[in-house]
DNA sequence: CATGAATGAGCGTTCATTCAT
DNA sequence: GATGAATGAACGCTCATTCAT
């Protein structure tokens, strides 16, 4: 029932190097299995079946199911949601920015990962309370102070009128879920995707800077 | 997993009523369980035992596990989330008007129902796809197409400049869902629930009107 | 299940002492775990664990399960049990030497790893025919052996007059027996153990006294 | 796969009475396995399939391993080791009557079931304290309960001379223990087993009446 | 129509044993 | 010689579903 840490050594040795290979392995079979039929009708028959390793090794590996869920949860969130950042680096005017920023954000939010993430963290967040947190660390907070500290740097340079930047941020990525992600979290159709892509992200932009910004004339140029 | 109509038809036979209070009752069993298990995690026995009735009893009203669980979803997006609409009829001005619906709007999404069907459909979305119809139809859908209609309304007495009502409405809903949505569902802690509740009302309103109102001075009076 | 001979062959090469040891180590580890769970309930994970080895080094010293028990039995048997020797060389009067002797039966009856051995060996006795007679042979044979040579004396010495000494020697054993060995082996609570133990050796002494001693006018005194 | 219930036309009604025919049908099944190996080797899956149900079944009326083994020792307690309690009616002189009852005795401790019990309860008892108790209260209690009133009787006609009736009582069941019992328990093989019960039949009541006898001049006649 | 005993496949988990390193 | 990762059968137990009553 040992869990070995086996923290990738890796280079030169070969010795415990396959533990951490095997124990992707057995977290790309759970992902399949899990994503398809979430926790309860995940069988761990069936992840040992995908991931192509006995059931014993599976118990090698993770103690229990719960354990097994929780590292595949953890790894799939770093794995996915870590991808945002570096958007606002370049110093666009703010209305390029948000729309690079929106569009990086949709883009995410309805990638079936991400979806699938979501589905599963949701459905099981009264039983499973941390897997919740390492979602939302490694997702919507990131996406959230990006932003914000964004926002702070226009405030500072006089481009945008926030008092409070981490709500405004919030808003902000709640309008870029305007239609697209909560269709796509009912699995329910589109008439045209990307056409509704871009209309999200300009009247998201939109929307913001007609509450938030400053009047053109009194905005520093950019771009 | 297919979803069969087993509703009783309304024969015209003797004990009708007798079998809809019985299908009733077992659907207040189910709900107990479903709310607190989910679909894979409820067990037959224990909705039977719940609602007090024996397991033939169940199958006799349902033809399985999963109509049972279609009929649950039904019933109780129809009981919960059709309680909206008599908000608008109130001629209020629009800001008054958007912060009673907002408030609306977020009592009902934060109530612990609506989480708990949000949830079990949301993560049941890929193997029950006509749920999410339900569930859409009976409560966004009907939130989006009562602002939408007030908002047309508006537009025609010169107190709005909306283009798309329709989307328009969409975005209200999604700055309705700030913050306090998102954290419900993800079951994690507030500082101060009531509190934020005002911010995320008072800037969804503001947020709204700073896009689609027009000039004060243009503004009919209202209120 | 068959048990082999799997002791290691003390060969003349170079690491016999510490196999020896290791042997011994891990023999160590497999009481603790038999004792605490008996042959079923003890895991070869645990024993190795117990043992600080690994499951490898268990089974280069033990064949298997069977084996690994059955020396474990035999070890624990003869050191255990063989304890009991020296009580009759002094030459006390036979009530005294007896009373000596009962109280060291008992005494070896009831402590906790007799009781374990017992337990393990009368439950297992179906299974392994073989341990419950190094069992016998090193405990209960050795006193009852010891004790009918010492009666042999006596009636020799004429202080006792017995036709059949093994049988006499059972008894006393039986005697001994009496309360405390079978309320210990049911583990059944007692008001006053010590006064028990005082009255079952007095009661044993007196009665087999009774049966097989001389009147006290024919006997020559001792002490 | 199932077994044809046979009816048991069971008093006035035709409710409940199936399943208490199916509970002794598992109990029987459970005999035969727990007695071949014992709690731990025994496996639910067997002993269903001795009892010709399904495992669904077994776990209807039990609701767990532990439940199944308690009911089962219970019951073949009661079932076997009820038997004593009628010898001592007989107004028999004390030889021919402690005659009897440790022929009786020694009958029941050494008939396989008796056997089979002591096994597993002993090797139990640190599992399952209450067991012993029943094991205790059913069986050997009960003999000496038996024995000490027929003490006390015989001292109140001053036939025996015996102080403290229970401990004499418990010193003559000791002394039924004699070789026989002992072997059994660990699977000895005897050289003449019905020789051997003679003997310790006769030695055993000798020895009690020499140790609690009064002289057989100051005895009132029997017999 | 209501019941609940019966089923057996399937669940999460453990374990004696093997073998490449 | 020592290791422990890997195996897969077996474990105790649950469950959706059926059907005789």
Redesign the pocket.
């Known amino acids: 029932?040992?869990v070995?840490p086996s923290k990738p050594v890796m280079v030169t040795h070969?010795?415990?190097g396959?533990?951490e290979a095997?124990r992707q392995q057995i977290l790309t079979g759970a992902k399949a299995v899990f994503a398809a039929h979430g926790f309860e009708g995940?069988?761990?028959?069936?992840i040992a079946r995908e991931a192509g390793?006995?059931?014993?090794?599976?118990?090698?590996?993770f103690?229990?199911?719960?354990d097994l869920f929780a590292a595949f949860v953890e790894k799939n969130c770093r794995e996915k949601l870590e991808v945002l950042a570096p958007v606002q680096k370049l110093s666009l005017s703010p209305e390029k920015t948000l729309t690079a920023l929106a569009r990086e954000i949709i883009r995410l939010i309805i990638s079936p990962e991400s979806l699938m993430l979501y589905r599963i963290i949701v459905s099981e967040a009264p039983h499973f309370p941390h897997l919740a947190t390492t979602f939302w660390q490694s997702g919507p907070k990131r996406a959230i102070e990006t932003l914000s500290g964004w926002i702070e740097g226009q405030v500072a340079q006089g481009t945008l009128n926030v008092d409070d930047p981490v709500f405004a941020a919030e808003q902000f990525f709640s309008l870029c879920q305007t239609r697209i992600a909560h269709r796509k979290r009912f699995n329910m159709p589109f008439d045209n995707e990307a056409e509704d892509e871009e209309k999200v992200i300009h009247a998201a932009v939109r929307m913001f800077l007609a509450a938030y910004g400053v009047k053109p004339s009194e905005a520093p140029a950019a771009d």
């Open positions: 029932m040992s070995s070969l010795c415990t396959e533990s095997k995940a069988s761990m028959s069936a390793v006995s059931k014993g090794t599976l118990y090698n590996y103690a229990n199911k719960c």
